[in-house]
């Protein structure tokens, strides 16, 4: 039986994954991850129902860890998390790319 | 009048948020703050620093301690102004009631102690006065009242927490009145916020640190309103039901003679004496009537430990026991179990809340956190941050989307809103630092020791505005007011000094407290630390913007324009 940080640290994975397929969904975030590579339409229902599952599939997360009205606080929490920390990164990666001279 | 209904709604997010938003900035600020307002009080009072102990028999610890609590001068003076003629000696006042409680974070028990007053009220409303006396029940060396701590005043619970929901501005509870309005504004403020921003889910990871600082600093604005949306929305409504009563009093002024009449049925269904009947009773073991309470809620499914023990009418033959479950594993509030005192037998138990109280108690819940998450703690600590965060990049944006406009009006408008935000943003934690490096550093023997710890914080606060505006003069010039790293540098002082002082007077050094595992003063010095080193980083970064290009008007180009 996983412990109950393990849980929320799974639960946690799981909404910052889906916010990061989400967040690969918008054209400007994938133009600046995969350059002019083109996105299809399969590919943009892919991102943004994988996004989407695994945000559910952190709530499922967050009730095994607690009693579902703790859940309902703490779920919002992890996805503020979650889009805080692929926010950070695509501004990270994005400074670093201004950084790094063209070959 | 606004051309669109979008312009409307940007006119008024802009201008409700600059007005209120510096309140807001506090109550978020101090909201993050009262997050850990247990932990701060054991930083900032020593002599309550200890390992939380189990709670202790209500037979042989307690009940011998109740007689020993006196009731306080402050609350003595109190209840001699609501009485008709002078009050008996301390000495022969009897305790009429006493309760105990203790949580989680507590490491200390809480006793309360009532004395029922002999004298006649003033008022005709009111059936009895009361004094009342408070004290700690510390598990060291055997179980006594630590003494003289009531009236020491605790950092997190009894400053921090009042600044947050009323700004420590009881005076016609005008502090009340003040963080309500902006918890209203804030609600107007985040819908109006959404209605603006007309690419929300497009630009919803988006933060173009590249761009102009105006467009960087609005997406960090759209970027911390659109994250903590949920958070901040709730808080601020909770918040607000938490005093609607207190706002909108429609019960006492509307429905008065209802009111009476529904106490009056609900306290006749209650079989909970609400007076003494005047003949003395015995009082049968409290302990036996604590293990009869754990076995009840085993039973019902919701096994339990006690949180609050308290009688009611004591020595009184119509006395009862009403004894809390601890209800940190969970949002809701406590559930009681009411024993005759004299027999042990259960007289009544708190049945389950309505629908209505249910949403109610949930919606007091999530506000006030007393449950056991420390998860949930710190993402609550965050989610305040990221508030403050969104204010401050608010107040930014307005200063930085006009300052050129101004400059070439040659008007002061930014440069006020700029000094306002530097003492709001930066200036409040200079304060708040400050006072825990006070508290730490005068004296506690000192007779005004709690009085001088808040005068520093005002002071300071004080200090850092006029300052702010001293320093202000480039932003009119259309730079950046040096005021900010000023501060920020003052801020990252001040955390370690705090942190300093607190292991030179107390020998409670971060090597210490971690190896012991004593979360709460190891929390705050890490904080401390960790709030000094953000202070500094930004300070540095601040430092190293550019000054405005000061343009001087020579006689010859004045006069070239005036031709």
Known sequence: MMSHEGLLSIALGAATAGMALLALSISSHWRQIFGKRARGLLSLVVLRGGGALLLVASFAICVRADPILMATLVWPMLLMTGAGLVSACLALQAALARATPRS | MRESFRQAMAFLHTWLGLVLGF????????????????????????????????FPSIDRVVLPLVA??????????????????????????????????????????????EFQLPNVPRDAGVDHVYASGQDLIVPRNGWHLLGGMESRLNLGSGFFFPMHFMLQASWLNIGLWIVGLAALVMMAALVSGVIV???????????????????????????????????????????????????????????????????????????????????????ASVDAMVEAAKVRWFEEGSAGQVASVAIFHLGDSASYVSIGRDSSDRVLSAEYLHFRASTGELLYEDPPPAAAESVNQFL????????????????YFVGGLVGCACIATGFLFFVEKRKKEHVALGSQGVRVVDALAVASVIGMP?????????????????????????????????????????????VALGGVSPAWAEQAFAVAVFGVA??????????????????????????????????????????????????????????????????
């Not at chain 2, 550093?441 to 300052?467: D, G, K, R, T």
């Not at chain 2, 050094?509 to 190896?515: A, C, G, M, Y």
Request: hydrophobic share 50%.
């Open chain 2, 23 to 54: 309140v807001l900035m506090a109550t978020f600020f101090f909201g993050s703050l009262a997050v850990f307002d247990r932990e701060i009080d054991q930083w900032s009072v020593p002599e309550t620093r200890m390992q939380r102990a189990t």
């Open chain 2, 68 to 113: 020993q609590v006196r009731p306080s001068a402050d609350s003595l003076d109190q209840a001699a102004r609501q009485v008709v003629g002078p009050l008996p000696p301390v000495n022969l006042l009897k305790p009429t009631a006493f309760g105990v409680y203790s949580g989680h974070r507590e490491p200390l028990l809480h006793i309360y102690v």
């Open chain 2, 197 to 283: 921003h007309r690419r929300l889910f497009r630009e919803f990871f988006t933060f173009r640190s590249n761009k102009s600082q105006q467009r960087a600093i609005l997406d960090l604005h759209n970027m911390t309103g659109v994250l903590a949306l949920p958070f901040m929305f709730f808080m601020t409504l909770s918040g607000l039901l938490i005093y609607a009563q207190f706002y909108l009093p429609s019960n006492a002024a509307l429905m008065g003679p209802l009111v009476e009449a529904q106490e009056q049925t609900i306290a006749a269904r209650i079989p909970l004496p609400g007076d003494p009947a005047g003949t003395p009773g015995a009082l």
């Open chain 2, 364 to 379: 007091y819940g999530l506000h006030y956190i007393q449950f056991r998450h420390w998860i949930l703690r710190w993402l």
């Open chain 2, 430 to 474: 200079l304060a708040a630092v400050a006072m825990l490096l006070a508290n730490r550093v005068l004296p506690v023997e000192w007779p005004h020791y709690n009085v001088l710890q808040m005068a520093v914080f005002w002071f300071v606060w004080l200090a850092a505005l006029i300052h702010a505006g001293a320093r202000s003069r480039p």
């Open chain 2, 498 to 563: 705090a942190a300093v002082a607190n292991w030179i007077t107390t020998g409670d050094n971060l090597l210490k407290t971690i190896s012991a595992g004593y979360w709460p003063v190891a929390g705050v010095d890490l904080a401390l630390l960790a709030g000094a080193l953000v202070a500094l980083t930004v300070g540095l970064r601040l430092s190293r913007m550019r000054a405005p290009a000061v343009v001087h008007l020579t006689h010859s180009s004045a006069e070239i324009g005036g031709e």
